[in-house]
């Protein structure tokens, strides 16, 4: 079909309010918005998107009733049932009157596209006999992982224990149980139920679509297939399959770049642990003087929450830390990421391993020094260092001075790094194979388009 003749059929798309799922959704709306789609983007007051960004896109918030509930946020998990108790009904209201405005303009909405931490729009858009697609915004690897929860906790592997951490996985190879995709969370209970209800819903979907690539996670490909009896399109890494605009919440400092500029080749670490994961002070400190003893050049992302207990104030930088580290250092509240993993001067990332920020490392062939802390962000870290071995995983939670120095410069001027490096342009290389013409993403985008035409 031609992409004009497309303009009159309407996607409605509901990303989860946090940064690494509200960017991917956006990528995805550019993405099919660029063939030919018309694109409505339903989001909660809570972290709603700059839709002066995207003046294309119909934008239209639905009271999320957060403040109702904000003593119930006890922790980062409870957000998410809450969410999908809370956006229920003004959710299911919003597209009764999407679909009514649709009709009146001739117009067809031939699916919605919400994400798997939203399990409750799979009932909302079965009641109104619209086909539900899902955004994995995560790697498929760990939500396999998520998807065996039922499993990992009859054999003993969940709840983690201490005396467990090693203890390799065989259903999950290459993981051991340190790597399993715990969250921490008062009520346990609700976490599996959450889990359960989420894999469920994915079930019964029309299908789902990654940000990821084949090249990258055949093997868990080819378990999800057995194991989801749905139709799958990996069209990742979006953002090389189309030019991301920007869907960042915080605004991004892009004096970096010209700092950058003035930095040798390969020679600088970036340093970010994306939009939520956050360390103590002692973390923090010993951070700081790992940076600054490693002596190699640093762009350091410090967001207002990244250490504990200071989330509205500045850090308190270590006496004499700013001095030593004069030129070598450049500090800044938020990045404009994926040009700073694209500049020359940048020869590794100290990352998080959000799923976001692993992919955009792969897309720019940098090594990683991980330091995942919660969720997914361990498989992910286990898959980058053991797997595509193209990071180094620190294990320890709070590491001294002396041995993130030493990774640092394993990672950034030694011979394991220059390997990690080399391993990591060939992954770039299959990324860029995967996204051009008769590319696997390539040829799966198209896939995905006749799949939502056929609705
Ligand atoms: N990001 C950014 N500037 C920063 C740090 C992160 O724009 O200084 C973006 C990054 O490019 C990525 C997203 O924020 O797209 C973070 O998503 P990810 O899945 O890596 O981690 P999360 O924030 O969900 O933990």
């Not at 229920?88 to 909405?109: G, M, W, Y």
């Not at 189309?242 to 892009?254: E, I, K, V, W």
């Not at 950058?260 to 670490?269: A, H």
């Not at 923090?284 to 992302?301: D, H, I, Q, T, Y």
Request: charged residues 20%; negative net charge.
């Amino acid at each position: 079909m031609e992409e004009t003749k497309r303009r009159g059929v309407r996607l409605v798309l509901f990303p989860f309010p946090l940064q690494g799922h509200i960017n991917p959704m956006l990528q995805l709306a550019s993405i099919l918005y660029s063939k030919g789609f018309s694109i409505t983007i339903i989001h909660t007051h809570f972290n709603s998107p700059n839709s002066s960004n995207y003046p294309n896109f119909t934008f239209v918030p639905i009271p999320d009733g957060l403040s109702d509930v904000q003593d119930s946020i006890t922790d980062g998990f409870s957000l998410l049932p809450l969410l999908n108790l809370t956006c229920k009904v003004p959710f299911r209201d919003c597209l009764v009157q999407l679909l009514s405005n649709a009709e009146t303009e001739e117009e067809h909405i031939a699916c919605l596209i919400s994400d798997p931490v939203m399990p409750f729009t799979q009932g909302v858009a079965d009641s109104l006999k619209l086909p539900r697609l899902v955004l994995l915004t995560s790697s498929v690897q760990s939500f396999l992982a998520f998807a065996a929860y039922q499993v990992l906790r009859q054999k003993g592997y969940l709840p983690i224990s201490d005396s467990q951490l090693e203890t390799p996985v065989p259903e999950l190879p290459p993981l051991r149980v340190k790597d399993l995709p715990a969250i921490e969370t008062q009520n346990l209970e609700i976490l599996y139920q959450f889990v359960d209800s989420m894999v469920n819903q994915l079930k019964a979907s029309s299908g789902l679509t990654g940000n990821t690539f084949k090249l990258l996670e055949q093997s868990a490909l080819a378990t999800f297939t057995q194991e989801f009896p749905i139709p799958i399109f990996t069209l990742g890494p979006f953002h090389k399959l189309y030019p991301a605009l920007s869907s960042s919440l915080l605004s991004q400092d892009r004096s970096c770049i010209a700092w950058l500029d003035t930095q040798p080749p390969r020679s600088v670490i970036y340093v970010s642990f994306g939009s939520l994961a956050s360390m103590d002070e002692d973390e923090f400190v010993e951070m700081a003087w790992g940076l600054a003893n490693s002596k190699c050049p640093f762009l350091w992302v410090v967001r207002s929450g990244s250490v504990h207990g200071l989330e509205q104030v500045e850090p308190v930088w270590p006496d004499g830390f700013l001095e030593m580290i004069s030129e070598k250092g450049c500090i800044i509240k938020w990045a404009p990421q994926q040009e700073v993993l694209a500049h020359p001067a940048v020869g590794g990332f100290w990352t998080h391993n959000g799923w976001n920020s692993t992919l955009e490392s792969i897309c720019e062939g940098v090594p990683m020094l991980c330091r995942p802390s919660f969720g997914d962000q361990k498989v992910n870290a286990r898959l980058v260092s053991h797997v595509w071995r193209v990071g180094l995983h620190m294990e320890e939670n709070r590491l001294e001075r002396g041995e993130i120095e030493r990774s640092i410069r394993r990672v950034m001027v030694e011979k394991e790094g220059e390997e990690m490096r080399e391993r990591a342009k060939s992954l770039k290389e299959k990324v860029e194979v995967c996204v051009r013409k008769g590319g696997s993403s390539h040829q799966s985008l198209e896939d995905l388009i006749a799949h939502i035409l056929s609705f």
